[in-house]
């Protein structure tokens, strides 16, 4: 009966000391790992997309900003054109006027001088009191055309050439030399020469004679 007591009372110790050696259960809520991985992660994670939102944010400030500058450019560039196109419909008719008594040839305005006549330098003297020059010939069209306007076939019209000895060449006042492919020149090529026109052919004749001229002046504005 006591061995029966005694082995009770070794199991019962047994039992007890099992239970009281076995591991500590863990906790509800309590990290399986290490607790400051996991917090790493959440802060990159919401980092990265702080990052993402802030790059489509500036992304949509840039092309609003492109946006608003290519209108108001467009708006400028509009509003210039028009005022552009309203200046030159108010100043283009007022650039097709001539002088009173001036003739619109070509886009240069002539004056036929006529009533009196005059050796060549004084003929270019009196063009240049009337802010003109005497007149330069482009081609044999536009020959043509100021030989129809000349007022009567008996009358000559010195124009803006002459003969100069030392090149021995004909040259315009405005420093250009004449090509004879377009104008032909009758008469001598010599010292105190120059050349005027009739209503059929380019004459060359003496300076010192007096006879008509032809001023020949640029289109400007008329009040």
Request: aromatic share 6%; hydrophobic share 35%.
């Amino acid at each position: 009966m006591d061995g029966q007591v005694m082995y009770a009372e070794l199991n019962v110790s047994r039992n007890s000391d099992l239970k009281n050696s076995s591991p500590p259960s863990v906790p509800q809520g309590v990290c399986q790992g290490p607790c400051w991985h996991q917090l790493a992660l959440k802060v990159v994670c919401a980092g990265l997309v702080l990052l993402f939102l802030a790059v489509i944010g500036l992304s949509v400030s840039v092309i609003s900003l492109k946006l608003m500058s290519s209108s108001t450019n467009s708006c400028t560039g509009d509003v210039q054109d028009v005022q552009k196109n309203r200046n030159e419909t108010t100043e283009r008719p007022s650039l097709l006027k001539c002088p009173t008594d001036w003739i619109l040839l070509r886009e240069k305005c002539l004056v036929f001088i006529s009533s009196s006549t005059q050796n060549w330098t004084n003929s270019l003297a009196d063009c240049l009191t009337k802010e003109a020059i005497l007149l330069l010939i482009q081609d044999q069209e536009e020959l043509t055309l100021i030989q129809h306007q000349l007022p009567d076939e008996g009358l000559n019209f010195w124009i803006g050439l002459n003969f100069t000895l030392s090149e021995k060449k004909w040259k315009w006042i405005n420093g250009s030399f004449l090509n004879s492919n377009i104008l032909q020149i009758n008469g001598e090529e010599k010292e105190n020469n120059c050349a005027y026109i009739s209503k059929t052919k380019v004459v060359s004749g003496n300076c010192a004679a007096d006879i008509n001229w032809i001023c020949q002046n640029k289109l400007k504005h008329q009040k």
